[in-house]
């Protein structure tokens, strides 16, 4: 959508930096609002990472005959644009969420990632064993970064331990109603 319309018919080989500076740069907003602009700058920083990657997975393949990165490796995103979403739900907003549920699975799901904070990603792949009542902790795998542990408030231990009750540690710990 913003790099092939723009390069898709140039040899990745003529690619400069100053080029790429200058495709990051129209991906920004013009406005008088600041945060319009803010959003903008950080949505052209995810479209430069998955651009780098590309770029960064032709060139370590040596059929492609690439042998300088630079033009894509010096490009610097935008700097402080990133921000976490300020939404927060109310208690009373998540409960109505999980009665709204298609069925007892995804209410767990929902529960769960209430509870926790954790992503979806990091939830469907959490086991029973990566529950730990005693210790109340539930370890996910956050992908490249690895596992991280996730301390539980007394509600959401006492949610895991109804949820694993009776369960092998090696189940997942939500699964789909069969």
């Known amino acids: 959508k913003h790099f092939l319309p723009k390069f898709g018919d140039r040899l990745v080989t003529s690619l400069t930096k100053t080029m790429l500076d200058g495709w ?8 008088a609002d600041a ?5 903008s ?3 052209a920083n995810r479209v430069l990472t998955m651009v ?5 997975y ?3 393949d040596p059929s492609n005959g690439l042998t300088d990165d630079s033009a894509w490796r010096l490009v610097e995103p935008f700097r402080d644009v990133a921000k976490p979403r300020g939404t927060r739900y109310t208690e ?16 767990n799901l929902i529960s769960g990632a209430y509870l926790t904070g954790a992503r979806y990603g990091e939830l469907a792949e959490a086991r029973i064993s990566h529950f730990d009542a005693q210790a109340k902790t539930l370890q996910v795998n956050v992908g490249k970064t690895g596992i991280r542990t996730i301390i539980l408030q007394t509600s959401a231990t006492d949610f895991f331990k109804r949820l694993t ?12 109603a069969a």
């Open 52 to 56: 780098k990657a590309l770029l960064n």
């Open 24 to 31: 990051l740069a129209s991906m920004v907003a013009t406005s």
């Open 41 to 43: 700058k950080d949505s």
């Open 92 to 107: 009373s907003q998540v409960r109505r969420l999980v009665r709204s549920a298609g069925d007892k699975a995804i209410a």
């Open 165 to 176: 009750t009776k369960r092998s540690p090696d189940d997942f710990l939500f699964v789909q």
């Open 58 to 60: 032709a060139m370590s």
């Open 35 to 39: 945060e319009r602009i803010r959003k």
